[in-house]
Each structure stands twice: as C-alpha cells, then as structure tokens.
C-alpha cells in the first residue's frame, strides 16, 4: 500500500508541471487574442470578416435596389399596354 500517500516532491513535481501547462495555455490564449482582434502589424481576423460583412450587405443592398427597379418598370410596361 506504498501508494496510498503522496510526498512533498510528489506534489511539487505535479505543481510545477500543471504551471508549465497554464503557461503555455495563456500564451496561446494571448496569441489567438492578437490574431483574431487586434491589428498588429497584420489585419486581423475580426477585421477582415468585418470588411466582407460591410461589402457583402452593400451587394445584397445594390442587388435588391436593382431588382426593385427592374419589377417596377415591368409592372409600369405592363400596365402601359393595357388598353383602357
């Protein structure tokens, strides 16, 4: 039953594994922190996804205008042969 206790250099092996292992988890932490909002130097995940939201709703905005148009003068050609 020798394993049954844990000594004072047991504990501190496992002590200072586990702070190697929260190290190494803050900086990556940190590192995926700088790469997805901040702009260092490189732009950014945050600001790229940004820049294509902000141009995709300018299409989507330009194509639904463009089609609103489109329908209103077939609906105005339309009633334009009618005969009255």
Known sequence: MPDEYVTRHDCDGK?????????????????????????????????????????????IWAVSVTAAALIVSLVGLLISRIPI
């Open 15 to 59: 002590f200072t594994q586990l702070m190697d292992a929260i190290g190494k988890l803050e900086n990556k932490v940190e590192d995926t922190n700088k790469r997805l909002f901040r702009d260092n130097g490189n732009r950014s995940h945050q600001s790229i996804i940004n820049d294509h939201d902000r141009i995709l709703r300018g299409l």
